[in-house]
DNA sequence: TTACTTGTTCGCAAATATACGAACTGTTCG
DNA sequence: CGAACAGTTCGTATATTTGCGAACAAGTAA
């Protein structure tokens, strides 16, 4: 039996999937969608966690392409990027709704 | 500023997506889908894993409640969850497509 | 019974993730 | 200039994840 190797769609799903894989960052991303756009403090604020700590989650959101953060000195304002946004709901929905016929015998 | 809780949908989001936050996963998951149902034999035959590790993360997978496993001496035949594949479905869904006013200015 | 087949569990090692305070950078304000 | 503010980075501690071989358990076949 022939092996397989992780597709690179397997590998994106699972990079997005871990971006989504703590409820802070959960969180965070439902947090800026829902006012677009905010700054750091806005989410220190409202998150039980210290600010080093959501700087980090901040920081894997980014790398994962999910969020953007841009500069407005003195603050910081992050926002979805709409781009991988969709990218990811796109991999998501395909996966979740394009597997037919799932029926336990 | 008032701190938030993480609420329960955080929670069970970061659960289905830290189950799908590895390409060995999200692979068996497909195969899974794919065939329906099929044995860990199956499985293991087709990933680069060994069958310790292909055990583990079927284990992980079935915590999540996304495949559930049946014994039929000698083998054990693994199959999607449909119920809560349904749910993680429309979790991420809801999750992805009902945030609007996604533009940063 | 013994041997084999199928898959899980154990024990361990290495890598990654989570969390925090303290120290730091860069900007603004007095 | 020095103080205050907004965030990031550093260093560290702890927990979780990943991976594997070896040992194990359960059923089947000889």
New interface residues.
């Given amino acids: 039996?022939?092996?397989?190797?992780?597709?690179s769609?397997?590998?994106q799903?699972?990079l997005y999937?871990?971006?989504?894989?703590?409820?802070?960052?959960?969180?965070i991303?439902?947090f800026l969608?829902?006012r677009?756009?905010c700054f750091f403090g806005?989410l220190h604020?409202?998150?039980?966690i210290a600010k080093a700590t959501v700087s980090q989650h901040l920081s894997v959101l980014k790398e994962s392409g999910l969020i953007?953060g841009?500069i407005k000195p003195p603050q910081v304002r992050y926002?979805?990027n709409?781009e991988n946004?969709d990218i990811?709901?796109d991999l998501?929905?395909l996966?979740?709704?394009d597997?037919k016929?799932?029926?336990?015998?």
């Fill in positions: 039996m022939e092996k397989i190797d992780y597709t769609r397997h590998h799903i699972a999937a871990k971006a989504l894989a703590h409820p802070a960052r959960v969180a991303l439902e969608a829902a677009e756009c806005n604020d409202v998150l039980p953007q841009e926002c979805i709409k946004w990811a709901r998501f929905g996966f979740f709704n597997l016929k799932i029926e336990c015998s």
